[in-house]
């Protein structure tokens, strides 16, 4: 709109050009597994239930780390194989922190397959 306002009425400059570019310039692409990875990497956990559950849950939602980590069991519905995320878990200057993710996009419920659910309800 401001670059409008110079352009066909006399706006001397765009003030918004004062407060720079919002973002990365040059993001980092996302990275994650295709099946045949996650399929060659998992027998590696299945032994270890705690990485086990954690590396399917990530695989099968899309979850992130610090999501992964804040999770509880009020958040995982085994029955209708559901998990709700609505808070990160970060360590900030060595102190634990568990907060509200940063978009309200990003809270979310996930459906999960039956498989995911029998792997948790080893774990709950």
Do not use: H
Request: proline letters at 5%; aromatic letters at 12%; one cysteine or more.
């Amino acid at each position: 709109m401001f670059n409008y306002a110079v352009k066909y009425y006399d706006l001397r400059e765009n003030p918004c050009t004062k407060a720079g570019s919002i973002g990365k310039s040059n993001a980092e692409e996302m990275q994650f597994w295709i099946k045949t990875e996650f399929e060659q990497f998992i027998p590696a956990v299945q032994d270890k239930l705690a990485f086990y559950a954690a590396f399917m849950t990530m695989y099968y939602t899309g979850m992130r780390v610090g999501e992964l980590c804040a999770l509880t069991p009020a958040d995982i519905d085994l029955e209708n194989n559901m998990i709700t995320i609505n808070k990160i878990f970060q360590r900030i200057n060595g102190r634990d922190v568990v907060w509200s993710p940063k978009t309200p996009k990003s809270n979310r419920v996930v459906t999960i397959p039956k498989t995911l659910s029998e792997c948790l309800g080893k774990m709950l």
